[in-house]
């Protein structure tokens, strides 16, 4: 079903496509106290030391908090907007999508750093609360002056294209460098062939996941709960895979065709009070995950 055409997916690849490196840091605002570890280990008779007391320096801190939590959300929707490349968390996006995705790259990066700038603010103010917060455990010398804290902020991103086969770094003629190339030949190819399972998985967790929430017990009539963002996020995939199907292949193609064929225009409020409609779609849906056998 996902078989890899090398020649084909070299050019394609390497044409329709570019890597992007997404690059966050964050304070977490958090310190071991050393002196709070060994005091549990004293009152509870430890031989060694068992574990650390990890302290939350601006304990409360909602600012900080929602720095943290922002970084984690743009991780997780720059996994959802491209396919893996390698280990070292390099992702493949196309250049049919490059432009709007850029955009919203840097929207997310404004906002990333507004939310930095607002903590960096009140991180004075932030830091005179702990003390009252933490009581006993406040520690001045703790404490990085807010040039060293806003230091330790950034949110970056690089783009470039694509490493083609013949790249200057393999391309050389001499038998020790020709099994460098052999060597690299098939990690390029594994870096598609991963890239392309995870599409195919990603097609199988929605419509296995939205045929779940289509389930009738035939028992007690107890039906799975339907979610309208599981239906939309279906139809978005069936969207998106029109460009991210890098290597052509025609089976995904396929499946992406029949999925949007199942559910376009599927009434979400008709599923819930039409079991026969329901049962039709859950059928539709069953099937073409029985042919899903990657």
Known sequence: MNATNTNTN???ISSSAVLVDLHIRTWTGRKMDKKVSAEIDADKHTQVRAG???KALLAGSIELDSIIKYSASVRTW???????WNDAGTRLIPTARLFDFQAELGLREQEFNRLVNEFLDKYNTLVQAAQFR??????ADEYPDVETVA???SMYYVFSPVPEVGDFRVDIGNEGLAELKKQYEASRNKYVQ????ELWQRVRDVTERFSNQLRIDKNTGEKGRLYQATLDGALELC????TMNLTGDAELERVRKDLFMTLNG???KELKRDDIVRADVKTELDALISKLTF
């Not at 720059?78 to 893996?84: I, K, Y």
């Not at 933490?134 to 520690?139: P, R, T, V, W």
Request: negative net charge; charged residues 20%.
């Open 194 to 197: 991963d890239a392309m399972n």
């Open 78 to 84: 720059l996994t959802q907007q491209t396919l893996p």
């Open 266 to 268: 599927v009434d979400l």
């Open 239 to 242: 969207e998106m895979l029109k």
């Open 134 to 139: 933490l009581g006993a455990l406040f520690d």
């Open 10 to 12: 070299d050019i394609t």
């Open 52 to 54: 650390n007391y990890n």
């Open 151 to 153: 230091a330790r902020f």
